[in-house]
T-cell receptor, first 116, second 119 residues
Framework: GAVVSQHPSWVICKSGTSVKIECRSL??????MFWYRQFPKQSLMLMAT?????????EQGVEKDKFLINHASLTLSTLTVTSAHPEDSSFYIC????????????FGEGSWLTVV | GENVEQHPSTLSVQEGDSAVIKCTYS??????FPWYKQELGKGPQLIID?????GEKKDQRIAVTLNKTAKHFSLHITETQPEDSAVYFC??????????????????FGQGTILTVHP
């Protein structure tokens, strides 16, 4: 397998503030990272795809100014939820793939965001 | 775009029984089909995957079968144990062959199956 780490595992923030979630590939270089959102008892919803060094590609209906994604290096991608509101509370999960791992997609452990 | 349907939504079995989860996909160009196990509050964990050049793959108690003509694939878990209880997701993706090998794009997930194994 491969190791994909997310930080923080959970975070509580106040409405109107911004919060950053990190996704790191620990044992491989991830050319592509994906960010998902998951509501309780539901499937994973792809938010955006990010390739190292280029702008993220957002899925339809996802606000790019609301969910800022940066993939500045081959081992790190960040998701910043700007001006967070309670409806942004969710489980955010990243995944990553790299050639050295056969381009298989591996997931992080997820980050719980609660906006109060 | 791709659409993946997964059934059943919930599955309850006795320890030692087999469990089968089925998925269908719509895009005939999809050629990579992973299965993930997700425990409560955790990220999905890849348990097995299959590519469209094979019809079946097995790893100990877990097997996956693929019918490209019918566009469906199934997860089979034998001799189930209580620790198999989790949510299972199927997914489909389209791979592109390039100089570095095959690169798979975004995954389209099924709706998930809550598997409960009773001791």
């Amino acid at each position: 397998g491969a190791v994909v780490s997310q930080h923080p595992s959970w975070v509580i923030c106040k409405s109107g503030t911004s919060v950053k979630i990190e996704c790191r590939s620990l044992d491989f270089q991830a050319t592509t990272m994906f960010w998902y959102r998951q509501f309780p008892k539901q499937s994973l919803m792809l938010m955006a795809t990010s390739n190292e060094g280029s702008k993220a590609t957002y899925e339809q209906g996802v606000e790019k100014d609301k969910f800022l994604i940066n993939h500045a290096s081959l081992t790190l991608s960040t998701l910043t939820v700007t001006s967070a509101h309670p409806e942004d509370s969710s489980f955010y999960i990243c995944s990553a793939k790299g050639q050295s791992k056969g381009n298989t997609i591996y997931f992080g452990e997820g980050s719980w965001l609660t906006v109060v | 775009g791709e659409n993946v349907e997964q059934h059943p939504s919930t599955l309850s079995v006795q320890e030692g029984d087999s469990a089968v989860i089925k998925c269908t996909y719509s895009d005939s160009a999809s050629n990579y089909f992973p299965w993930y196990k997700q425990e409560l509050g955790k990220g999905p964990q890849l348990i097995i995957d299959i590519r469209s050049n094979v019809g079946e793959k097995k790893d100990q108690r877990i097997a996956v079968t693929l019918n490209k003509t019918a566009k469906h694939f199934s997860l089979h878990i034998t001799e189930t144990q209580p620790e198999d209880s989790a949510v299972y997701f199927c997914a489909a993706s389209r791979g592109v062959l390039n100089a570095g090998g095959t690169s798979y794009g975004k995954l389209t997930f099924g709706q998930g199956t809550i598997l409960t194994v009773h001791p």
